[in-house]
């Protein structure tokens, strides 16, 4: 075998797809049993030639490959991927570096301490906050959770990591109506079940309101955990964070911020009054994957205090063995010891946009956020439910007759097979709508402007 031959077909293979992207249908097309007819078969009893396995593999799956890659793609708040990090992904791939210890990656290891304090800087959070790199803003939650767990019951003299949770003092966790369903599968992992979760009413755009958190604290006692939102997955608000701090640090609780995407609203200066108090908080998730566009793998678990992020997190085994200098590993900070180096991407990205470029992106698609709602908006019947803060747009679709819930699943359903643009569906306070989400690095004006027009196009051939 060649292994020059079998990666440079590989590099022209991801060339050639990259170069049609932003032109192919944007969703998956084919059905579940065509792909497994295409993809499946016996299981191989001897070798093949590697260069037909990957030249069959992209044949094959080519009709299954959703554009989320590319300019048009509006779904779940899903980036792109720019290409630096996309190279980047593969010297990470290429070097097979385990970042878990130094001993075993010595540049991933200062790589992340590197990473570590330019996502603080840039996000505008205390120095010295600890920082694990994980899969997604699923872990990262769990992450900060964990340690979130271990210090409100280290407070009331509880070792969580030693005797567990069978015996321990009830934890009451707080959490938005619009919890994102990512925190409670953090907190479900974590022994904190979704049937305890003391859930808080929110306002007309999804975010928590603090009047009725202080009513539902009120006459709590014992650990107690906070998990606030910036960032609703349906209309970009977030929660008061500020006032929430206020109200969780009289209670002695421990505040915790989902920001999967949201929390980059804090790296653009007109945009920071969206996620005002939002440093005071004791830890943060989110995913670069999102709204940095990097490729996939790459949460940020980030906590104000190393002290009960490491102690939730950190293994100790006597062949695991550490220099003398080396206080900080990988590993200490995240759920997995075996990873791959994630790091590479976000490094990438960052050392080539630098503070500027990342705010300019996120500012770009808030724009053409806004756009598009001011696009869809001057339809007859087109309603945009949310008030475009961020990236998000939540759009409601009446029938001729005036009742939405006939018509917006019926719009959904012809975007996605129509292919110019893909968005999905979502239900928002009992009501049926379109979800919209601008993500992707690539987009432009046209791309707005010819999705908006396929949308309504759908719209209308709906409404006939």
């Given amino acids: 075998m060649n292994p020059h031959a079998v990666l440079d077909r590989a590099h022209a293979l991801a060339c050639a797809y990259l170069a049609e992207v932003a032109s192919r249908h944007v969703g998956g097309r084919p059905t579940q049993a065509a792909l497994h007819a295409a993809l499946g078969g016996a299981l191989p009893q001897g070798p093949a030639d590697p260069v037909r396995v990957l030249e069959q593999l992209a044949r094959a799956a080519d009709p299954g490959i959703v554009a989320t890659a590319g300019p048009r793609y509006f779904g779940f708040v899903t980036g792109g991927a ?26 991933v290891a200062v790589l992340e301490d590197v990473v570590a304090g330019w996502v603080v800087e840039l996000l505008g959070l205390p120095r010295g906050s600890s920082v694990g790199l994980v ?68 306002d007309d755009q999804g975010r ?22 910036v960032g609703n997955v349906n209309t970009g608000a977030s929660d008061p964070i500020a006032r929430i701090v206020d109200l969780a640090r009289a209670r002695g609780a ?67 063995q550490r220099g003398d200098d080396e ?61 475009v803060v961020l990236n998000q747009v939540l759009v409601r679709f009446a029938a001729a007759d005036g009742r939405a819930e006939d018509v917006t699943p019926q719009v959904v359903a012809r ?27 690539s987009t432009t004006e046209a791309d707005i402007d010819r999705s908006a027009a396929a949308i309504l196009g759908c719209h209308r051939a709906a409404r006939a």
């Fill in 135 to 202: 899969t997604g803003c699923h872990m990262a939650n769990f992450t900060c959770l964990a340690a979130a767990r271990h210090e409100v019951l280290r407070r009331v003299g509880w070792d969580v990591e030693a005797d567990g949770l069978q015996r321990a003092p009830r934890v009451a966790v707080y959490v938005g109506e619009e919890v994102h369903v990512s925190a409670v599968g953090a907190l479900r992992m974590l022994g904190l079940g979704a049937r305890e979760l003391v859930r808080v009413p929110v």
């Fill in 254 to 320: 421990w505040v915790h911020v989902d920001g999967a995407f949201g929390l980059w609203a804090a790296a653009v200066p007109e945009l920071r009054d969206q996620v005002a108090g939002v440093e005071r908080a004791d830890s943060w998730a989110t995913d670069a994957h999102k709204w940095l566009n990097v490729p996939y793998d790459s949460g940020l678990a980030i906590v104000r205090d190393p002290a009960p992020h490491r102690a939730a997190m950190g293994l100790r085994a006597a062949y695991l």
């Fill in 327 to 387: 206080e900080r590993a990988g590993m200490d900070w995240v759920p997995e010891s075996s990873r791959r180096a994630r790091v590479l991407p976000l490094y990438a990205l960052l050392r080539t946009l630098g503070a500027g470029g990342v705010a300019g992106l996120v500012r770009r698609t808030c724009a053409l956020a806004r756009r598009m709602a001011a696009a869809l908006a001057a339809e007859p019947g087109v309603t945009v439910l949310n008030d």
């Fill in 82 to 107: 720019v290409p630096v990090a996309v190279a980047a992904d593969w010297l990470a791939s290429a070097w097979d570096q385990n970042g878990a210890l130094y001993v075993m990656a010595p540049a």
């Fill in 415 to 441: 975007v996605q097979a129509e292919g110019t643009c893909w968005a999905g569906g979502t239900v928002w306070q009992g009501r049926q709508a379109m979800r919209i989400s601008v993500s992707n690095w």
């Fill in 208 to 229: 928590m309101r603090a009047d009725a958190l202080a009513g539902a604290m009120a006459d709590a006692r014992g650990p107690a955990i906070v998990c606030a939102q």
